[in-house]
Antibody, heavy 116, light 107 residues
């Protein structure tokens, strides 16, 4: 059974930084591309970043480009999202999702709140 | 960026009725389109991928159709557990995008 556990969400001030983690099990993590998707309170889903299975190809949505960095450690079956220069509009539940296409597995998400 | 526009924003129907949800892409995504269901407080659940293939465990009352820029999700007979928000998502571009969602509510 695929399991994805996101962690690291917290309350942070505007301009601050946070690092999210996603720990996976139940599938061959090193063979799968991974993504981060977020959902602001009461809003829709927003894809924000993709990383290929070996980490050589990376994409970001314009809304986070230059502020967020996606990375992975295949030895630890883990995905990361380093978030810098956080803004109020970054407040959301952040999900990790495998595959480079559609997303057939989701974790429970981790809540990031950006507020003073 | 490929923009996905879903309509209607809200669909008010009764259990047993048929639901038809639309998703239009700003440019062709071929058949690289998925549909998700999300209930309050839960993560999304994949329903359809490849525009028309049902994901594992999805009942056959859910069906998807379309290609290019126009797509449809049909729920033939609404069950009480089907009242939720539905999103389409394209993967025809390296930059994935979601539609804004359609809420299916009880009339």
């Amino acid at each position: 059974e695929v399991q994805l556990v996101e962690s690291g969400g917290d309350l942070v001030q505007p301009g601050g930084s946070l690092r999210l983690s996603c720990t996976s099990s139940g599938f061959m993590f090193s063979s799968y591309s991974m993504n981060w998707v977020r959902q602001a309170p009461g809003k829709g889903l927003e894809w924000i970043s993709y990383i290929s299975h070996v980490g050589t190809t990376i994409y970001y949505a314009d809304s986070v480009k230059g502020r967020f960095t996606i990375s992975r450690d295949n030895a630890k079956n883990s995905l990361y999202l380093q978030m810098n220069s956080l803004r109020g509009e970054d407040t959301a539940v952040y999900y990790c999702a495998p595959r480079g296409t559609y997303f057939d597995s989701w974790g429970q998400g981790t809540l990031v709140t950006v507020s003073s | 960026e490929i923009v996905l526009t879903q309509s209607p924003g809200t669909l008010s129907l009764s259990p047993g009725e048929r639901a038809t949800l639309s998703c239009r892409a700003s440019e062709s995504v071929s058949s690289n389109l998925a549909w998700y269901q999300q209930k309050r407080g839960q993560a999304p659940r994949l329903l359809i991928y490849g525009a028309s293939s049902r994901a594992t465990g999805i009942p056959d009352r859910f069906s998807g159709s379309g290609s290019g820029t126009d797509f449809t999700l049909t729920i033939t007979r609404l069950e009480p557990e089907d009242f939720a928000v539905y999103y389409c998502q394209q993967y025809g571009s390296s930059f994935r995008t979601f539609g804004q969602g359609t809420k299916v509510e009880i009339k």
